[in-house]
């Protein structure tokens, strides 16, 4: 039996043929720009550390797929909840956490999110309403659910938003959360950050169905394709979803097609797709140079792009001296937050 073909490269560039999105005002870009910018330079920061040794474990970037997460926090409300997978550092930084306590539990220090116990993947804010990143590929589905159910079950008009790829797509417990969450009516938006490439075979290999917005369909779910490299058709998708489960509709499954310029982690070359392939989307749909450009187009001069760029470098930086710095946790640290 012959092996399947290969996916053709520059797949995964295609676009949603969805008509233009709704503009945003001058003020909404330059919000976008600089938390987009933010985790990118984040994120290359942790890169830059992690080759350093300074980041040991595991380590998933985010860099390319800013404008899902910002477009989707520019969409909800304050006690909106959000949780994610692993490639969690963007999500942590756009629902408004501290990049000294983020880049502090990277290395390990006392000063990060989770005593420096927890790293990359194991952060958490109840103040931000950021329920963490987790290790289990799908297990944030179901917790997220959860937390939709709280939210019906309290009577308040809060959205959980639950975060995962197109690899955890196709876990068993995706389903599973899917049929309560349609029977139950929870208000909870699924967003699948398609990057077409999971831990790194193509989706073509591996999904029957590569339309994502129509896993819910034996469930009854609506669910939409968007641009994701586009954030304003991020937050109108964002918007339309959390209204839909603000009105008691039930939830709503949104496919975000969007691109990782990194491997799947530190450690991953990214072998299974050309150099060509990732410098034809940096060059052609790149979400922070979209933005950069009709700002520019709107008459906002360079020198104010770079003043915002600069500030973020700032803090980057900034961050990155307080979490080599930061003292390592005490011994006696290993006995805490230990539950039976």
Known sequence: MAAPKKAAAGAAQDKIDGGSPPEFTKEQELKALREMLLIRRFEEKAGQLYGMGAIGGFCHLYIGQEAVVVGMQMALKQGDQVITGYRDHGHMLATGMDANGVMAELTGRRGGYSKGKGGSMHMFSKEKHFYGGHGIVGA?????????????????????????????????????????????????????????????????????????????????????????????????????????????????????????????????????????????????????????????????????????????????????????????????????????
């Open 140 to 340: 944030q589905v179901s917790l997220g659910t959860g937390l939709a159910f709280a939210n019906h079950y309290r009577g308040n008009d809060n959205v959980s938003v639950a975060y995962f790829g197109d690899g955890a797509a196709n876990q068993g417990q995706v389903y599973e959360s899917f049929n309560m969450a349609e029977l139950w009516k929870l208000p909870v938006i699924y967003v699948i950050e398609n990057n077409r490439y999971a831990m790194g075979t193509s989706v073509s290999r591996a999904s029957a169905q590569q339309d994502f917005s129509k896993r819910g369909a034996s469930f009854n779910i609506p669910g939409k394709q968007v641009d994701g490299m586009d954030v304003r058709a991020v937050k109108a998708a964002g918007d339309e979803a959390a209204a839909w489960c603000r009105d008691g509709k039930g939830p709503y499954i949104l496919e975000m097609q969007t691109y990782r310029y990194r491997g799947h982690s530190m450690s991953d070359p990214a072998k299974y797709r050309t150099r060509e392939e990732v410098e034809k989307v940096r060059h052609d749909q790149d979400p922070i140079e979209q933005v950069r450009n009709r700002l520019l187009a709107a008459k906002v001069s360079e020198a104010d792009l770079k003043a915002i760029d600069a500030e973020v470098r700032d803090i980057v930086n900034a961050s990155a001296d307080f979490a080599q710095h930061d003292p390592e946790p005490e011994a006696a640290e290993l006995w805490t937050d230990v539950y039976r």
